[in-house]
C-alpha cells in the first residue's frame, strides 16, 4: 500500500453525524460464523441487537457502518483495495484519472470514496439494498456519476443499457462476495458488463478460495484465469478486519486484468445467464 496514501473514512467519520451512542460486542464463545455475528447499540437510550450482515439496518443510523466495523473491528478493506490497484495501475504507467469504474456492492460508499480521493473520474454504484443507495447519498454525496438498485442476477434490460453506454473500464467489489451477497453468476454479469480490456480490483476471505469451498468462487477464479478471460496481476493476503471475538479475519485483495469476452455458456454453468 502507498505510504503516502491515507484511509478517507478516517476523515469522513468524523463528517457523519451518528445518533448511535453506544456500540457493545457481546461476550460470547468464539467460533461465530461470520454472517451470524452482532452486537447490541444504543441510540436514544434505547438497546439494539443488530446483526452484522443485515445492512438494510445498519445503513438506516449514519455512523454506525463505519463505528462497527471500522472504528469497533478495524476493517481495511476498501482502502486495501484501491490502493492496491492504484499501485499496479502506477506500475503499468496507467492512472486514475483514466478510469471509469462500476462499483458492484457498493454499500454505503465507502470504496467510492478512496477511488474519488485517488482522481477517478467516473463511478457508479450498484448494490441490491435500497438503503445503501440511501446511505451512500446521504453520507457521501457528489461520489458517485450513478447508483442502481437492482439484482445482477435479474439485471432489468434497460439498465444494462445504461451501464453498457458508460463504456467501464474496471470492476470493482470489496467485501461483497460469498455470504450469498453477491453470487457468481451476479460477478459474472457485472464482469460481462465492463469493456474488454478492463481492471478488476476485489478482495475475498481467503476459505473461499480453497478447494472445499461451497460458494463456487474458487472454482469460477480459476476457470476465468484458466481460460484466459482474466489474468490476476496481484494479490495479497491481509487482515480484512477484527471478529466479534477478536479473532483476525483474512481476505485475499486481487487485481486482474479482463482479456476477452466472456465464453458462451459459461454462466450457466454458475446458475445464471447473461441473456
Not at 453506544?22 to 467460533?31: A, D, F, N, Q, V
Not at 470504496?111 to 447519498?137: H, N, Q, S, W
Request: proline fraction near 6%.
Amino acid at each position: 500500500m502507498s505510504q503516502d496514501l491515507q484511509p478517507i473514512w478516517i476523515e469522513r467519520v468524523n463528517e457523519i453525524p451518528s445518533v448511535a451512542e453506544e456500540i457493545r460486542l457481546p461476550k460470547t464463545e468464539s467460533g461465530v460464523p461470520q454472517d451470524r455475528e452482532w452486537c447490541e447499540v444504543v441510540i436514544d437510550g434505547e438497546r439494539r441487537r443488530v446483526r452484522f450482515h443485515d445492512y438494510n439496518e445498519l445503513y438506516e443510523v449514519p455512523g454506525l457502518y463505519e463505528g462497527l466495523f471500522y472504528e469497533t473491528l478495524q476493517c481495511c478493506s476498501p482502502s486495501v483495495v484501491a490502493y492496491l490497484l492504484a499501485d499496479l495501475l502506477g506500475e503499468f504507467g496507467g492512472d486514475p484519472g483514466e478510469l471509469r469504474v462500476l462499483d458492484v456492492g457498493a454499500g454505503n460508499g465507502m470504496v467510492g470514496d478512496e477511488l474519488k480521493v485517488l482522481g477517478v473520474p467516473t463511478i457508479v454504484g450498484i448494490d441490491i439494498i435500497p438503503e445503501a443507495k440511501m446511505a451512500a447519498l446521504r453520507d457521501r454525496p457528489g461520489v458517485y456519476d450513478g447508483y442502481h438498485v437492482v439484482d445482477l442476477t435479474d439485471l432489468p434490460e434497460v439498465v444494462e443499457e445504461k451501464l453498457r453506454r458508460r463504456h467501464f473500464n474496471c470492476l470493482t467489489t470489496v467485501a461483497a462476495l460469498g455470504f450469498g451477497d453477491i453470487p457468481p453468476q451476479a460477478f459474472l454479469k457485472a464482469l460481462d458488463v465492463i469493456e474488454t480490456p478492463a481492471w478488476l480490483a476485489f478482495n475475498i476471505k481467503e476459505s473461499f478460495l480453497h478447494e472445499d469451498d461451497d460458494t463456487g468462487f474458487c472454482r469460477l477464479i480459476r476457470r476465468l484465469g484458466r481460460e484466459r478471460v482474466i489474468q490476476v496481476q496481484t494479490y495479497r493476503r491481509y487482515r480484512h478486519r477484527l471478529s466479534m471475538d477478536g479473532r483476525p479475519l483474512h481476505y485475499v485483495a486481487m487485481v486482474a486484468r479482463k482479456l476477452r469476452d466472456l465464453p458462451d455458456g459459461l454462466a450457466e454453468q454458475f446458475g445464471g445467464s447473461l441473456s
